[in-house]
Each structure stands twice: as structure tokens, then as C-alpha cells.
């Protein structure tokens, strides 16, 4: 069995009935962030793993070690490099995340970036009111923010990247927010 095949056990498992807080089923959510992986060309069996487990650490009670022993090293790595270190204070957390991610690997960028389209897309759909979701969408937006340097400069290398980002800009102008210059 692939790493890929066991990591999608492993999150059907851990999220078996969970739905975030924009009302989407968790395991659906995970989903498509590895379907906009495949779509920008990556069929590394570790960066996808990772995709399907990438906020295990901050959701589903498990942590690296686990991760590490489970799959193997680089997929714990990149999970933890876009995961919360949530032994600090959560004051310090939001600061030490950022960080993390600016010092990421371009696979956890490109994990993340899927990450935020997907979400965008499913918080766009959601219930929520239109306050929140504009709430939700500006942390979002500032994460890509953090990122974009590191996609800017491998654009050329994965054209599916200009995409996404031009699809999260499109949702995110609808809710009267800036949409993210990409050049």
C-alpha cells in the first residue's frame, strides 16, 4: 500500500463523522486539497501523504512522532512545518506558525496554498454569515500572503499555481477584499 493510500486510511479513520466549523465534512476537505495537488502536477507519494495529513497534528490528536513512525520523516516534516506548535502559549502561536511557514519547503507552500483554495471555496458555500466568512478569508489571505514569494518564484516550473490563485482572488473580491498580486 502507498503512503498516500495509508495516510487517506489514516484521516478517514481520525475524522470518521467531523465537520468544520464551515459545516464541511473534514475527510471532503482533505479531499479536494489533494485533488488540487494532483491537479498542479505533483504525484510525489510523500507530498501528497502530507496533504492528506497536514492538519492532523492541530485537529486530530496525533503529533510527529506518530506521524513519523507511521508513515516516515519528510511526511512528518512537512506536516509539522504547516502545523501549530500548540506547546506554547497560544499568544506566541500564531507568531511561531507564521514563521514556520515562511521557512517551509515549497511542498508545505504548495500543500498550504491548496489548502486555502479549498477552504475559501467550501467557507464561500458555507452558512456562515458574511462577517465571519469575510473574518475567516483575511486570515487566509494573509497566510497566502506569508507564502507567496517562494509560489511566485515557481510559477513558471507548476502554471497550475497562477490558477488558484487567481480562483481565491475571485471568491475573495466577491466579499469586497483585496485580491493577492501575484507577479
Known amino acids: 500500500m502507498s503512503h498516500t493510500q495509508s495516510a487517506e486510511n489514516f484521516v478517514k ?7 468544520k466549523n464551515d459545516g464541511t465534512i473534514h475527510q471532503e476537505y482533505l479531499a479536494a486539497v489533494v485533488a488540487r495537488l494532483k491537479n498542479l502536477g505533483i504525484t510525489d507519494d510523500e507530498v501528497l501523504s502530507a496533504a492528506w495529513l497536514h492538519d492532523t497534528i492541530d485537529n486530530a ?10 508513515f516516515n520523516s519528510k511526511i512528518a516534516v512537512l506536516v509539522l ?8 502559549p497560544r499568544s506566541m502561536q500564531e507568531e511561531q506558525y507564521v514563521k514556520q511557514l515562511k521557512e517551509s519547503p515549497i511542498e508545505a507552500k ?3 496554498l491548496c489548502s486555502i483554495s ?7 458555500n458555507s452558512s456562515l454569515s458574511k462577517t465571519r466568512k469575510t473574518k475567516e478569508m483575511k486570515k487566509k489571505l494573509y497566510y497566502l500572503n506569508v507564502i507567496k514569494t517562494d509560489l511566485i518564484k ?9 490558477g488558484l490563485v487567481n480562483g481565491i482572488n475571485d471568491i475573495v473580491t466577491l466579499y469586497g477584499l483585496r485580491p493577492i498580486v501575484f507577479q
Do not use: M
Request: charged share 35%; glycine share 4%.
Open 61 to 70: 490528536k496525533t503529533n510527529f512522532d506518530e506521524l513519523d513512525k507511521r
Open 13 to 19: 479513520e481520525r475524522y470518521l463523522g467531523k465537520i
Open 81 to 88: 512545518s504547516i502545523s501549530r506548535d500548540q506547546s506554547l
Open 110 to 112: 504548495l500543500i498550504k
Open 154 to 162: 515557481n510559477k513558471i516550473q507548476i502554471p497550475g499555481i497562477v
Open 118 to 124: 479549498a477552504s475559501l471555496k467550501d467557507l464561500k
